[in-house]
Nanobody
Framework: QVQLVESGGRLVQAGGSLRLSCAASGGTFRIYDMGWFRQAPGKEREFVAAITWNSGITTYTDSLKGRFTISRDTDKNTLYLQMNSLKTEDTAVYYC????????????????WGQGTQVTVSS
């Protein structure tokens, strides 16, 4: 099965930039798409962005307004999230996730999740 490990989260000032990484291993050839989700304190986990592994087709939450960019390096089996113009409301634990066929909802218990990486944006 796929294992996912996020990294790159840290404290950053509002207006700054940060790049998160998610290293995948253990059966990455089965991955159809990967995504980033985030969970702020006291809030439910929400979708941020996703990308198909082979074709690189991306999907974003509209509210990000171009500030975030998802990408992947298939040779390195790594997913990235470039975050620019960070706002305090971006503070959250960021998780990466992977899905393999047969595709189901991201919330399905077959979706693989990383442990999360903390992003804290200060004013």
């Amino acid at each position: 099965q796929v294992q996912l490990v996020e990294s790159g989260g840290r404290l950053v000032q509002a207006g700054g930039s940060l790049r998160l990484s998610c290293a995948a291993s253990g059966g990455t050839f089965r991955i159809y798409d990967m995504g980033w989700f985030r969970q702020a304190p006291g809030k439910e986990r929400e979708f941020v962005a996703a990308i198909t592994w082979n074709s690189g087709i991306t999907t974003y939450t509209d509210s990000l307004k171009g500030r975030f960019t998802i990408s992947r390096d298939t040779d390195k089996n790594t997913l990235y999230l470039q975050m620019n113009s960070l706002k305090t409301e971006d503070t959250a634990v960021y998780y990466c996730a992977a899905r393999s066929p047969p595709l189901r909802s991201w919330s399905d218990d077959q979706t693989r999740w990383g442990q999360g990486t903390q992003v804290t944006v200060s004013s």
